[in-house]
């Protein structure tokens, strides 16, 4: 593995660890959000949640073992594609304004065409993850520092973005007021 695919495996842990965990802490907050997209029987939010969210850590735990690494990047990728054509099909049939749940309950995100294109990207990152050679051994130290920081950035880099395109929602919704 690359120093590159571990830095990017790095940061999906967290990214989808930390939705793992807003999926079980809030399940009642998710399930609504589900029933929102379309899902009629609150039963049934209710179990697409606690999958998701098995499914979110089941992916989380095949990251961090490198012979499974592969495993859950592909798991990373059907993921985000599952959301993006989610959103993608609510803003077709012309709901713009419901809730993401991208970043957790608390925020205030709405489904966009620019949330569905950062989740096709964030898929062709895990993809490069998978198919980029192997130039640098991830197993030295200076890999592995390299790799947490790279990660740290990246993480900081998607909070960023996150709140550009909060932010850029909640103007446009100031300016039609």
Not at 10 to 19: K, P
Not at 31 to 51: D, K
Not at 56 to 84: H, K, N
Not at 129 to 136: C, D, K, T, W
Request: proline share 2%; hydrophobic share 55%.
């Amino acid at each position: 593995m690359s120093v590159i695919s571990l830095f990017i495996s790095l940061f999906f842990v967290w990214m989808f660890g930390l939705s793992a965990y807003h999926k079980f802490a809030n399940m009642k907050h998710y399930s609504n959000l589900m029933t929102s997209y379309g899902m009629h029987s609150p039963a049934l939010a209710t179990a697409a949640v606690i999958i998701l969210s098995v499914t979110e850590l089941s992916a989380v735990i095949l990251l961090c073992m490198a012979v499974t690494r592969d495993i859950g990047l592909l798991l990373i990728i059907l993921i985000l594609m599952i959301y993006a054509t989610a959103m993608s099909v609510q803003l077709i049939s012309g709901h713009k304004r419901l809730q993401c749940g991208c970043a957790g309950p608390s925020s205030e995100a709405e489904i966009s065409s620019v949330l569905v294109f950062r989740n096709i990207t964030l898929a062709a990152l895990a993809f490069l993850s998978i198919v980029i050679p192997e130039e640098l051994p991830s197993q030295s130290f200076q890999a592995l520092c390299f790799s947490i920081t790279a990660s740290i950035f990246m993480v900081l880099v998607y909070l960023c973005v996150q709140q550009v395109i909060t932010n850029s929602q909640k103007l446009i919704r100031l300016k039609n007021i």
